[in-house]
């Protein structure tokens, strides 16, 4: 590459010259390619601890002059054919031309012009497809790390950094190279080369650390090694970087689409020396979020810069340090002591800006005023003519605001039609009013202390409001925080939850949004709101707003919505209860937008399938306990406690575990202060029962004594009626433990635990983060099932990673029954594929033909590990047909929107069984027994319990032939007569006759020749023909086919003898699930092998042998065709 001309003093002694003429000379570096004995290694040895990083590559071209000692390089190269491309050019088109000047000046002159000439042009070239920002060094350093690591042309280097990694005992002077996926190091001393490459993604452990042996080093552990490095110029700077390409690596393994969402970055106004312009773009990402999450601002704010400046602040007749943040649509302060003041000014509010007069009391002035007529006065400005310049350019862009903080739902209808007959619209109660509100409005006026009290918090805030304003442009302090901590009042809880979490931006930049996004969603089915609809009846059921319709859909509105706007989160449990408490509070689309804070920034990805960000929490929780509580971590660790409460509290902020009106306050001081309060009150409760909880000895003591603790926090200061708290009935004893009011559990959290800072939890939480990151990533490695695809359909179509994560692989039936051969313990030899059609067809909820991994563990699991009525409801719902009258499972949500609770399927739910599907589930029994050691007696009891089923459905038929008939009839298939019309119109079709177990099975040769029948299928009966491959919807076989294959010959059936062989099939005869299981529980036998528990794990071992061995053959298999070939 050409570079621009430095002088050079000394030519030869760490060079090899390899051609000259009389004014170029190309040379080799010492120490590279063959040779160069000692000084080689010395040279080499030299470039790596010191590398003078301007003569980087091995190659360069020098310009000479006869009369003068200073030579200029002009080029330089990595390998001998890009350098030897540049001296054939000078060669070509300058050695002619300059041997005509008579001025060696003139030569060097011309030379050096002509050589920036070329840069300055491919500068030109380049700058349409991306502009070249970095200097000639870093150009160079990332070459050289791509020669040495082998690395792509798509691999960037973000910078590289002089430090010793230890190899052992002894440290290795060299350069570490971090690039966006990999951390290089590279060195080479005396001969001794090393070169270490981790996958950032490996890492599962970096932290900075100071011992005896490693002076102030950086650990990097991955999965099987650690490595350690130090001795940095700058260690800080060395491991924020680390920091961030690591934290980007997991969150691509968490969400590969959350690094591409964030591509405007802005640049740097200046060009560093030996930093890229990926590394400025790093950096200002990291400021970026600082910035959004200490003002609580959007995910699509972009910091424009900042700068030191004072504030006046009326309140105090006093200016306040700290530092002005200017962003494309806020401008915010932040003072420089903590909780001081801080201050949001959207510009949106923002009607003025102006240069006030410059004193030398208040040098360089700013004036914002803005539309609610506040005034906010900025001085000690170092640029501000720039800085007015810079706010009026973003006020320009600024859309006029149609509303403002005083009627937040001014705009609901703006992109909402009136149409009354819209899922939201502004005439529903919720659409202007949270459901406390409205359930409480015609309550008669309470004029108690505890509502005087209330009275007198909403005196306090109002007085507030006058001083510091009210909206988004208040000034936040050390007031606000002792006014939040003193509670909340109910009449501003749901204003000041959005101001504080700065839900009230993001509506105010999206007018109609929420009731644009309603429409679209309530028209969706998935299995979000299949989830929903099975959760909306157990949110907060104790509370009266939500044991009604209205509250009910305003609560679907939200959730649906939101797993619309947010398909990757979608909707998980734990969900609805907060969604719940924030509807009580605020109008529907305040909430939605609360919702949105939460799970996209205050509580990020806590609702995600995996709940990762809770699990990191939970982690962070369990480190904090270990610092500030070290005797109790033990004990608990030992106990394994942590793990098990932290998740819940944490996922529902103590809602589920807290009385509601005790909960509430904690929320308020959430919003306000965020995790960090919710870590402080976890303490806080471990801490109040310390001294009971080393006293357990197993877990469930421990839960029981933390669960009776927050059951008895209360709020004696509230006005609300009581709400039952369900978790209490539960957990409450006979003494029940005293009452703690939750005013002094939040002031004991704050004194013991208020040292713990915003900056400090997230280092934590990035720790935690690599570790279950890499857990997880760990466990999905060990658990997924790899499945046999077939040559008619690849893994790469049927892989969808939009899916949550355990969905995202589907198989066909044909990949199904390889994977239910080889893996499920229920085989039957020749009925196998029936069998695993049956389930196929039952696990496959959707109809779409697919099966995921998901379905697939959950069909799995139920046959291996369930108990025995649950192994023995799915062999029974297996032989049920399929229900091919629900076309739309709409009709469903509609009808559990009307329930009040959901009810849980139980045994008494199945339908009941007909003959011609309990004769297939007999030949699945028998089947299933032919491998087992037991087999005789297995035969057996299932013929005894055959026999026994025969006789309790004939007697059910002839107790039924009087006032039940009608109900048996319209279970039983419908005949000829009974078919309806659609169905009677198919051309008919011939049925073998079913067989009928009787006394004395046949021999071969006594087989009775089957009779025809011509019998109308039930509905779904296409779906039962393809999946056993037999020509009826029953599966209907020849009487001697189940007697000489499917029994054993000693096998003695008795009863059922009145009906004949080869008669058609009894329309009222049926059984009951509690009748199969009523009867298999009065043979052991049959019992002893529904309750044993079956381990997978033998069985994928085999798998994966036998398919290494598969592998093994068809590559010798290749190798051979390919020798005869040849």
């Given amino acids: 590459m050409w570079i621009h001309p430095e002088e050079v003093l000394l030519a030869g002694p760490l060079w090899v010259s390899e051609r000259a003429n009389p004014f170029f000379i190309l040379q080799r570096r010492r120490g590279h390619g063959r040779g160069g004995g000692l000084s080689g290694l010395l040279v080499g040895t030299l470039d ?399 004029l108690g202390p505890k509502a005087m009290k209330e009275k007198m918090k909403e005196e306090a805030w109002n007085i507030h409001f006058s001083e510091f304003g009210r909206g988004v442009c208040m000034y936040r302090t050390s007031r606000t925080r002792e ?55 157990r949110s907060m059921p104790e509370h009266r707003a939500f044991q009604n319709a209205t509250g009910i859909a305003a609560l679907r509105r939200v959730l649906t919505a939101y797993a619309h706007r947010n398909p990757g989160i979608g909707y998980c449990q734990a969900m609805n209860i907060v969604t719940s408490v924030l509807l009580l509070y605020c109008p529907e689309e305040e909430a939605f937008w609360l919702l949105v804070a939460l799970c996209e920034r205050m509580l990020p990805d806590y609702y995600n399938t995996r709940v990762v960000g809770a699990l990191v929490d939970q982690g962070v929780f369990e480190d904090l306990t270990q610092g500030f509580l070290p005797l109790l971590y033990e004990h608990m660790q030992q106990l394994g406690v942590i793990s098990t409460i932290s998740l819940s509290w944490f996922l529902t902020l103590f809602l589920s575990v807290m009385p509601f009106d005790s909960a509430v306050l904690l929320v308020d001081c959430f919003f306000y202060e965020g995790i960090k309060l919710i870590f402080q009150v976890a303490l806080a409760v471990l801490h109040d029962n310390m001294d009971a909880l080393l006293s357990c000895s197993d877990e469930g003591e421990a839960m029981t004594i933390l669960g009776r603790y927050l059951d008895n926090v209360v709020n004696k200061q509230t006005v609300a009626p009581p709400i039952p708290h369900l978790h209490a009935l539960l957990t409450s004893g006979d003494s029940p433990p005293p009452e703690i009011d939750v005013f002094d559990l939040i002031k004991s959290s704050y004194e013991r635990f208020g040292s713990l800072r915003s900056d400090v939890i997230e280092q934590m939480r990035f720790k935690q983060r690599l570790k279950v990151i890499q857990s997880l990533e760990d466990t999905a490695k060990r658990t997924r099932c790899y499945c046999y695809w077939g040559s008619s359909s690849s893994a790469a179509e049927r892989h969808d990673p939009s899916l949550p994560y355990l969905e995202q692989y589907r198989i066909d039936p044909a990949q199904f029954l390889q994977l239910f051969t080889a893996l499920a313990p229920w085989l039957c030899g020749g009925h196998t594929p029936s069998l695993a059609a049956r389930l196929f067809r039952l696990l496959d909820q959707n109809q779409d033909g697919l099966v995921n991994f998901k379905e697939f563990i959950t069909g799995l699991s139920g046959m291996c590990h369930g108990d025995m009525t649950e192994k023995l409801k799915l062999l029974y719902k297996l032989h049920l047909p399929p229900d091919v009258q629900v076309k739309d499972y709409r009709y469903y949500l509609r009808m559990w929107a009307k329930e009040k609770e959901q009810k849980t399927e139980t045994i008494k739910d199945l339908p009941r069984m007909n003959q011609e599907q309990f004769i ?33 459905g004939e007697v059910g038929k002839k107790f039924n032939n009087g006032g039940g008939r009608k109900t048996e009839a319209a279970q039983a298939p419908p005949t000829a007569s009974q078919t309806p019309p659609a169905v009677s119109q198919a051309p008919s079709t011939t049925y073998l006759t079913p067989p009928t177990i009787y006394q004395a099975p046949p021999t071969d040769t006594q087989s009775p020749s089957p009779v025809d029948l011509q019998l109308e299928p039930a509905a779904g009966s296409d779906e039962e023909a393809r999946d056993d ?98």
């Fill in 1029 to 1126: 491959g037999s020509v009826s919807s029953y599966s209907v076989v020849s009487a001697s086919s189940l007697a000489c294959e499917d029994l054993a010959d000693d096998t003695v059936l008795v009863g059922g003898g009145q009906q004949r062989p080869g008669s058609g099939l009894d329309a009222d005869w049926s059984i009951s699930f509690e009748q199969v299981l009523a009867s298999l529980l009065t043979e052991p036998p049959l019992v002893d092998y529904f309750e044993k528990k079956t381990d997978v794990r033998d069985k994928m071992a085999a798998c994966n042998a036998k398919r290494a061995v598969q592998r093994q053959i068809s590559s010798a298999s290749e190798q051979e065709i390919t020798q005869h070939s040849t």
């Fill in 483 to 537: 006014l939040v901590l003193n509670g909340i009042p109910e009449c501003l809880r749901g204003e000041l939850w959005l101001l504080f979490s700065g839900a009230q931006n993001e509506m105010a930049s999206h007018p109609g949004y929420y009731g644009d996004l309603v429409e679209t969603a309530m028209g969706v089915c998935s299995l979000a709101t299949e989830e929903i609809e099975r959760d909306l009846h």
């Fill in 920 to 952: 297939e589930l007999c030949k699945t029994l028998y089947n299933m027994f032919s491998e087992e050691r037991e087999e005789q007696q297995l035969y057996h009891a299932i013929a005894t319990v055959a026999s026994l089923l025969l006789r309790i």
């Fill in 48 to 446: 790596v601890v010191l590398d003078s990083s301007a003569r980087v590559a091995p190659y360069r071209i020098l310009l000479q002059t006869a009369d003068s000692q200073v030579f200029w390089s002009v080029a330089c190269g990595s390998s001998r054919k890009e350098i030897t491309e540049h001296w054939d050019w000078l060669e070509a088109n300058l050695l002619q031309t300059v041997s005509i000047f008579d001025n060696d000046q003139d030569v060097t002159t011309f030379v050096k012009g002509k050589i920036l000439g070329i840069i300055a042009e491919e500068k030109r070239l380049q700058q349409g497809e991306e502009p070249e920002e970095d200097c000639g060094k870093f150009r160079e350093a990332e070459l050289k790390m791509r020669r040495l690591f082998g690395m792509p042309e798509e691999e960037k280097l973000v910078n590289y950094y002089s430090c010793s990694f230890w190899k052992g005992r002894v440290p290795r002077q060299g350069w570490l190279y971090l690039s966006i996926n990999h951390l290089c190091f590279y060195s080479f001393l005396l001969g001794k080369e090393v070169t270490l490459v981790v996958q950032w993604s490996e890492v599962t452990r970096l932290e900075k650390n100071a011992t005896l042996v490693f002076p102030e080093s950086v650990r990097v552990s991955t999965r099987h090694s650690e490595h350690f490095f130090s001795m940095f110029i700058n260690i800080n700077d060395t491991f924020r970087l680390m920091e961030q390409l690591a934290n980007i690596a997991m969150r691509q393994l968490l969400d590969n689409e959350a690094f591409a969402a964030d591509r405007s970055l802005p640049k740097a106004c200046k060009t560093l020396r030996n930093v890229s312009a990926l590394k400025r773009d790093l950096d200002a990402r990291a400021k970026n979020e600082r910035y959004r999450a200490m003002f609580r601002l959007t995910q699509d704010e972009r910091l424009d810069g900042h700068t030191d400046c004072t504030l006046w602040t009326p309140f105090a007749k006093m200016h306040v340090v700290g530092q002005l943040f200017i962003s494309n649509n806020y401008v915010c302060f932040n003072s420089r002591e903590e909780d001081l003041c801080q201050l949001i000014i959207p510009l949106r509010e923002v009607s003025i800006v102006e240069k006030a007069d410059s004193s030398s009391v208040l040098p360089c002035p700013v004036s914002i005023s803005t539309k609610n007529k506040m005034n906010f006065l900025f001085a000690n400005l170092r640029d501000r003519d720039f800085l007015v310049q810079r706010i009026s350019d973003f006020l320009q862009r600024t859309p006029d605001s149609c509303w403002g903080d005083s009627s937040p739902l001014a705009l609901i209808g703006h992109s909402v039609s009136s149409d009354m007959g819209r899922h939201f619209h502004p005439g529903l109660p919720t659409a202007s009013q949270g459901l406390l509100q409205l359930y409480q409005q015609d309550a008669p006026e309470d």
